[in-house]
Protein backbone atom coordinates (compact mmCIF):
# COMPACT_ATOMS: atom_id res chain seq x y z
CA UNK A 1 0.00 0.00 0.00
CA UNK A 2 1.58 3.13 -1.23
CA UNK A 3 -0.20 6.74 -1.10
CA UNK A 4 2.05 9.66 -2.17
CA UNK A 5 1.75 13.32 -2.89
CA UNK A 6 4.44 15.26 -4.63
CA UNK A 7 5.08 19.42 -4.30
CA UNK A 8 2.61 19.74 -6.95
CA UNK A 9 -0.39 18.03 -5.87
CA UNK A 10 -0.56 15.36 -7.89
CA UNK A 11 -1.86 12.21 -5.46
CA UNK A 12 -0.68 8.89 -6.71
CA UNK A 13 -1.43 5.01 -5.48
CA UNK A 14 -1.34 1.71 -5.67
CA UNK A 15 -4.05 -1.05 -6.19
CA UNK A 16 -3.08 -3.69 -4.18
CA UNK A 17 -4.83 -5.16 -1.69
CA UNK A 18 -3.29 -7.81 0.94
CA UNK A 19 -3.98 -10.17 3.91
CA UNK A 20 -1.02 -11.16 6.04
CA UNK A 21 0.85 -12.75 3.32
CA UNK A 22 -2.01 -13.52 0.74
CA UNK A 23 -2.34 -10.97 -2.66
CA UNK A 24 -6.26 -10.47 -2.48
CA UNK A 25 -6.04 -8.16 -5.88
CA UNK A 26 -4.02 -5.76 -7.43
CA UNK A 27 -6.78 -4.13 -9.29
CA UNK A 28 -8.78 -2.31 -5.74
CA UNK A 29 -9.13 1.29 -6.34
CA UNK A 30 -8.29 2.87 -3.03
CA UNK A 31 -9.98 6.20 -4.01
CA UNK A 32 -13.40 6.96 -2.20
CA UNK A 33 -15.22 10.21 -2.79
CA UNK A 34 -18.15 10.69 0.21
CA UNK A 35 -19.93 14.09 0.67
CA UNK A 36 -17.58 15.78 -2.09
CA UNK A 37 -14.53 14.61 0.06
CA UNK A 38 -12.05 12.67 -2.18
CA UNK A 39 -10.21 10.06 0.39
CA UNK A 40 -6.66 7.94 -0.66
CA UNK A 41 -6.86 5.01 1.94
CA UNK A 42 -4.27 2.67 3.13
CA UNK A 43 -4.59 -0.02 5.78
CA UNK A 44 -7.46 -1.95 6.82
CA UNK A 45 -10.57 -1.77 4.13
CA UNK A 46 -13.06 -2.82 6.37
CA UNK A 47 -11.89 0.47 8.65
CA UNK A 48 -12.39 3.06 5.77
CA UNK A 49 -16.29 4.06 6.86
CA UNK A 50 -15.11 4.20 9.93
CA UNK A 51 -12.15 6.77 9.12
CA UNK A 52 -15.17 8.62 6.52
CA UNK A 53 -17.24 9.03 9.87
CA UNK A 54 -14.56 10.66 12.37
CA UNK A 55 -13.38 13.27 9.26
CA UNK A 56 -16.69 14.25 8.70
CA UNK A 57 -18.03 13.84 12.45
CA UNK A 58 -14.68 15.39 14.33
CA UNK A 59 -13.65 12.12 16.12
CA UNK A 60 -14.74 9.72 18.76
CA UNK A 61 -13.06 8.95 21.51
CA UNK A 62 -12.71 5.18 21.39
CA UNK A 63 -11.94 2.82 18.84
CA UNK A 64 -11.30 -1.13 18.99
CA UNK A 65 -7.34 -1.67 19.03
CA UNK A 66 -7.42 -3.76 15.82
CA UNK A 67 -8.53 -0.40 13.93
CA UNK A 68 -5.95 0.52 11.54
CA UNK A 69 -6.22 2.64 8.76
CA UNK A 70 -4.59 6.06 7.21
CA UNK A 71 -5.47 8.37 4.52
CA UNK A 72 -4.65 11.36 2.54
CA UNK A 73 -7.95 13.26 1.96
CA UNK A 74 -8.73 16.05 0.11
CA UNK A 75 -11.72 18.69 0.54
CA UNK A 76 -11.48 21.53 -1.97
CA UNK A 77 -8.34 22.68 -2.64
CA UNK A 78 -7.19 21.69 1.04
CA UNK A 79 -5.49 18.18 1.78
CA UNK A 80 -5.30 16.27 5.20
CA UNK A 81 -4.01 13.38 6.22
CA UNK A 82 -5.87 11.79 9.12
CA UNK A 83 -6.22 8.11 10.37
CA UNK A 84 -7.17 5.81 13.00
CA UNK A 85 -5.11 3.37 14.69
CA UNK A 86 -4.75 1.44 18.56
CA UNK A 87 -1.73 3.87 19.51
CA UNK A 88 -3.51 7.44 18.53
CA UNK A 89 -6.79 6.53 18.09
CA UNK A 90 -8.19 9.21 15.48
CA UNK A 91 -5.92 12.23 14.29
CA UNK A 92 -6.21 14.69 11.52
CA UNK A 93 -3.97 17.23 10.47
CA UNK A 94 -3.91 20.16 7.88
CA UNK A 95 -1.03 19.76 5.40
CA UNK A 96 0.48 22.23 1.85
CA UNK A 97 0.52 21.71 -1.17
CA UNK A 98 3.85 21.66 -1.43
CA UNK A 99 5.09 19.54 0.91
CA UNK A 100 5.87 15.87 0.32
CA UNK A 101 3.15 13.17 1.88
CA UNK A 102 3.45 9.88 1.91
CA UNK A 103 1.60 6.96 3.67
CA UNK A 104 1.50 3.06 3.97
CA UNK A 105 4.24 0.34 3.62
CA UNK A 106 6.12 1.75 1.13
CA UNK A 107 6.26 5.17 1.99
CA UNK A 108 9.62 5.23 2.73
CA UNK A 109 10.43 4.58 -0.68
CA UNK A 110 8.15 7.01 -2.29
CA UNK A 111 9.35 9.23 -0.01
CA UNK A 112 12.80 8.86 -0.99
CA UNK A 113 11.73 8.68 -4.86
CA UNK A 114 10.13 11.95 -4.24
CA UNK A 115 13.12 13.91 -2.82
CA UNK A 116 15.26 12.74 -5.67
CA UNK A 117 13.08 14.61 -8.27
CA UNK A 118 10.65 11.92 -9.16
CA UNK A 119 6.71 12.76 -9.18
CA UNK A 120 4.35 10.99 -7.34
CA UNK A 121 3.11 8.49 -10.10
CA UNK A 122 7.25 7.53 -10.52
CA UNK A 123 7.58 7.21 -6.91
CA UNK A 124 4.78 5.11 -6.33
CA UNK A 125 6.20 2.71 -8.83
CA UNK A 126 9.46 2.84 -7.51
CA UNK A 127 7.76 1.60 -4.19
CA UNK A 128 5.78 -1.31 -5.87
CA UNK A 129 9.57 -2.37 -7.09
CA UNK A 130 10.60 -2.30 -3.13
CA UNK A 131 7.65 -3.24 -1.19
CA UNK A 132 6.18 -6.39 -0.98
CA UNK A 133 2.77 -4.96 -0.15
CA UNK A 134 2.48 -2.66 -2.78
CA UNK A 135 1.67 -3.55 -6.97
CA UNK A 136 -0.68 -3.47 -9.71
CA UNK A 137 -2.05 -0.25 -11.46
CA UNK A 138 -0.91 3.40 -10.32
CA UNK A 139 -3.72 5.94 -10.34
CA UNK A 140 -3.43 9.32 -9.78
CA UNK A 141 -5.57 12.25 -8.79
CA UNK A 142 -4.70 16.19 -9.07
CA UNK A 143 -5.20 18.58 -6.27
CA UNK A 144 -6.87 21.92 -7.84
CA UNK A 145 -5.58 24.91 -5.92
Do not use: W
Not at 2 to 29: E, F, P, Q
Not at 58 to 69: A, H, L, S, T
Amino acid sequence: MTIAMDKNGLIAYDSRVTANNYICTDKANKHVKANGVNYFFCGREADEPKLIRAFQDGGEDDYPDNVDVSAIIVQGSKVYTAGINSNEGYYCQTEKIGDIIIAGSGGDYAAGALHAGCNAKEAVKIAIKCDNNSGGLVRTFQVKG
